[in-house]
């Protein structure tokens, strides 16, 4: 088994990107007690900026190691930052043993792994939260591992992308709502196991999605958009 982060490094991770972003970063935030379950799970967000990990990750009651993308850690500066969070990279594309076998290892070890099954930043129609597909990764993990899902929507974190959100003013506004835990069924063959987890995740983000837009009244602005849109480019 690998080599486990310590909780000290974590700490002081969370505390980096809670320092950078307290300041430009103002969290609303529905069931966060919800992240406070014990024993191994995996979180499942939607995926909508880079600033997705570090913001639920200072938003979380308890640490969360991510499943980030290989790139993410090829400069010495974004390896620390992003392991200091508790963060593993993956391979996009192809099959990962070595990802696979971290991710089995953590939850064996009672961590929480975050995952995006989305792969990779989305908004709109290619978005969970418009119905997309999920991918059928994470439904595998959750009953290889027999470990629950957590579903969670973030909303608000792609404004980051505008350099303007960045100077002193009000605080950028980011949603989040936490789900109650879906599968596995250990009652079911291994495919309609995961089918069935596949099915409950898409209808969990769609109603978060829902649910956040009700309590906090979100107009369409506030949804997510690319990051060229953010930034103006578009």
């Known amino acids: 088994?690998?080599?486990?982060?310590?909780?000290?490094?974590?700490?002081?991770?969370?505390?980096?990107?809670?320092?950078?972003?307290?300041?430009?970063?103002?969290?609303?935030?529905?069931?966060?007690?919800?992240?406070?379950?014990?024993?191994?799970?995996?979180?499942?967000?939607?995926?909508?900026?880079?600033?997705?990990?570090?913001?639920?990750?200072?938003?979380?009651?308890?640490?969360?190691?991510?499943?980030?993308?290989?790139?993410?850690?090829?400069?010495?500066?974004?390896?620390?930052?992003?392991?200091?969070?508790?963060?593993?990279?993956?391979?996009?594309?192809?099959?990962?043993?070595?990802?696979?076998?971290?991710?089995?290892?953590?939850?064996?070890?009672?961590?929480?792994?975050?995952?995006?099954?989305?792969?990779?930043?989305?908004?709109?129609?290619?978005?969970?939260?418009?119905?997309?597909p999920i991918k059928s990764g994470i439904s595998l993990l959750s009953v290889m591992a027999n470990a629950p899902i957590r579903p969670c929507v973030l909303i608000g974190t792609d404004r980051l992308y505008r350099a303007a959100n960045w100077r002193p003013g009000p605080r950028v506004p980011v949603w989040a709502a936490f789900g109650e835990f879906i599968g596995p069924d250990t009652t079911l063959e291994k495919a309609e196991a995961m089918a069935k987890i596949e099915t409950e995740l898409s209808a969990a983000f769609l109603s978060l999605k829902a649910k956040l837009i009700r309590e906090f009244g979100l107009s369409p602005n506030d949804l997510p958009q690319t990051p060229q849109h953010r930034k103006g480019e578009e």
Not at 58 to 65: G, L
Request: contains cysteine; charged residues 25%.
């Open 1 to 132: 088994m690998e080599k486990l982060p310590s909780p000290f490094v974590n700490q002081c991770g969370t505390a980096v990107a809670r320092g950078l972003l307290f300041p430009r970063v103002r969290a609303r935030v529905i069931e966060r007690e919800r992240t406070a379950a014990p024993a191994g799970w995996i979180l499942a967000s939607n995926h909508i900026s880079h600033f997705d990990p570090p913001i639920l990750s200072t938003i979380s009651r308890r640490a969360i190691d991510w499943m980030a993308m290989e790139e993410l850690f090829r400069s010495k500066l974004g390896a620390w930052f992003y392991r200091g969070l508790g963060a593993f990279p993956v391979r996009r594309g192809r099959a990962d043993r070595t990802a696979l076998k971290t991710v089995m290892d953590r939850l064996k070890a009672g961590r929480v792994v975050g995952i995006f099954p989305e792969g990779g930043l989305r908004a709109g129609p290619t978005s969970v939260l418009e119905g997309a």
